[in-house]
């Protein structure tokens, strides 16, 4: 048995690595049907690496959709139970002419591993079950009880697990949830996120003529509804990035200075943020407020596609029938989502052209969550982290959301670590995703740490 996790960690490196690329490979895709056969290999690669690592009663969940993976260990009675969650669905890696390599089909260059799902989250999840199977292999068992609980439909919703964690509180009980789905400050830097934006997305649909029509012939008396859409969409916010949805701004509860304070004093580059991350000409949002509270401290609308008429190649002058965008808020703290696709309804209603009628279709819905730093086990995983890259961790918020981590809250009466590995420019959800290999490694360390430091009480 080897004496360390250090020592396991070094004997079994090539082999942590080649597995995470057979993850990799399965294009488990969550919004696309043709698919579904790679989820249930995904599920099925999370469930003998679970049995492998030395998890026990091992199941794979069906659901609705796509099927949640569960896994435990119980063999540490009087010490806290830490439950383990991340996700085995990616997003589709379009557009593939910008990859430098196929998207599933693992490629390490200069460090890092690039394909879909490396950071988002199939790498980050694997330190989870590589931590485990690491302590149980130099200890016969862990300091700690830990649950896994693995979805399929993270990047859709994660409607399937929020039915499920509703539904089996007791089976899920736990002291604290472990989350790795989020990213560090900057390379070299190790956080801890204690806030995320909530999330509503919802499709606005927009009809007006029967059929679609030629638009020689009925071109200026039928009301277009991709024009009508646009019209209406264009109305949301001002030039400064304001929304202009009435109500919406009511509940925005505003950091504390003294987590301001904290920003400002992060290495962060403006312009380096612009040319790296970003790459547009310029950066936008509201006026009098920073970068980082623009991103992490203030709720936002945006426009993520508009479907209708005709897009193909060559002419076609049609006035189409119908037409369709997908578009999205972030919420902050104190925001109610109900309340806000309230007043996006109200919205949308008041502001449709004449001759159009408009549908909206709520896909999801999640409220901000924020975590108290001060929590006896964020204490630990800061410490576990500032010890493994060598200086002290930041806290942070993230603009994302992870919608389970407020089911957590609901239905568990848990926080929840948001202890992320990833890197901000690893590209998710964009072609040529990566992972840096070097957090891979101490993020198995650091979980394995963190549950040895947190079972010591």
């Given at each position: ?92 890696p ?28 199939k ?69 801890l ?16 003529p ?11 008396a ?39 304070r ?18 547009a ?21 945006e ?24 578009v ?11 309340k ?8 949308v ?6 001759g ?102």
């Open positions: 048995m080897p004496a360390t996790a250090e020592d396991y960690l070094r004997q079994h490196q090539g082999r942590f690595l080649e597995e995470l690329k057979t993850f990799l490979r399965i294009p488990s895709v969550s919004t696309l049907p043709e698919h579904q056969p790679d989820i249930e290999r995904a599920a099925s690669f999370v469930a003998e690496s679970l049995r492998q690592a030395g998890l026990e009663n091992v199941e794979v969940i069906p659901t609705a959709r796509h099927p949640l993976v569960y896994a435990d260990w119980l063999h540490a009675p009087g010490r806290p139970t830490v439950l383990c969650y991340g996700h085995y669905d990616v997003q589709p379009d557009p593939l002419e910008e990859w430098r390599s196929a998207p599933f089909e693992p490629e390490v260059r200069e460090g890092n591993l690039y394909a879909r799902g490396a950071a988002d989250d790498g980050q999840m694997h330190i989870h079950i590589k931590a485990v199977e690491t302590l149980c292999a130099t200890r016969g068992g862990l300091p700690v009880n830990v649950k896994f609980l693995v979805e399929g439909e993270e990047e859709v919703g994660g409607a399937s697990i929020s039915k499920y964690v509703a539904e089996h509180p007791d089976k899920l009980q736990a002291d604290v949830a472990l989350v790795s789905d989020t990213a560090m400050y900057a390379e070299g830097i190790p956080a996120c204690v806030g995320l934006r909530g999330l509503v997305y919802c499709e606005v649909e927009a009809r007006g029967a059929r679609d029509l030629h638009s020689g012939l009925y071109g200026g039928a009301p277009n509804p991709l024009f009508g859409l646009i019209e209406l969409l264009a109305q949301a916010k001002d030039p400064d990035g304001v929304i202009r949805i009435p109500g919406f701004y009511d509940d925005v509860e505003p950091p504390a200075e003294v987590e301001k904290s920003w400002e004093s992060l290495p962060f580059d403006e312009a380096e943020f612009l040319a790296k991350e970003v790459g000409p310029c950066l936008i949002g509201e006026r009098g407020y920073s970068v980082l509270e623009r991103l992490w401290a203030r709720p936002t609308f426009v993520h596609g508009v479907a209708g008429g005709f897009t193909g190649t060559g002419a076609k002058t049609v006035i189409p029938a119908r037409a369709t965008a997908k999205s808020f972030r919420l902050v703290p104190q925001q109610d989502p109900d806000l696709i309230a007043a996006f309804r109200e919205f209603r008041s502001k449709t052209p004449d159009i009628r408009t549908e909206v279709r709520v896909l999801s819905a999640a409220p901000a969550v924020r975590v108290n730093p001060d929590h006896p086990a964020i204490q630990v995983a800061a410490r576990c982290l500032s010890e493994a890259f060598g200086r002290p961790t930041v806290f942070i918020r993230s603009g994302g959301s992870i919608p389970i981590v407020g089911e957590f809250a609901k239905h568990l009466g848990i926080p929840t670590i948001l202890m992320g590995f990833g890197l901000p420019d690893d590209g998710l959800h964009s072609p040529n995703e990566k992972f840096r290999l070097d957090n891979y490694y101490k993020g198995i360390l650091t979980v394995a740490r963190f549950l040895e430091q947190y079972g010591q009480g």
